[in-house]
């Protein structure tokens, strides 16, 4: 597959064609995670990452995030 990248307003575009696709994928990624991470912020990412996918006040289950996510 045959991509580029663009930066468009400081942020990092991949644009990789699919001549026979009807559809399109739109993803959006940050740099995160353990690797980025100072001694101090250790553990963060994860703990995150478990809040999100857990839920939190205003979305108290794992269903209830992805329903807010499948209205967005």
Do not use: Q, W
């Not at 857990?54 to 992805?66: L, N, R």
Request: proline share 4%; glycine share 6%; with cysteine.
């Amino acid at each position: 597959m045959k991509y580029t990248v663009e930066n468009i307003a400081g942020i990092d575009v991949i644009f990789a064609p699919m001549e026979d696709a009807n559809s399109i994928t739109i993803e959006i990624m940050c740099k995160a995670g353990s690797i980025y991470e100072t001694r101090e912020k250790n553990g963060l990412s994860h703990f995150l990452e478990h809040l999100f996918f857990k839920g939190g006040e205003k979305y108290p289950t794992p269903k209830s995030v992805a329903e807010a996510l499948d209205k967005f």
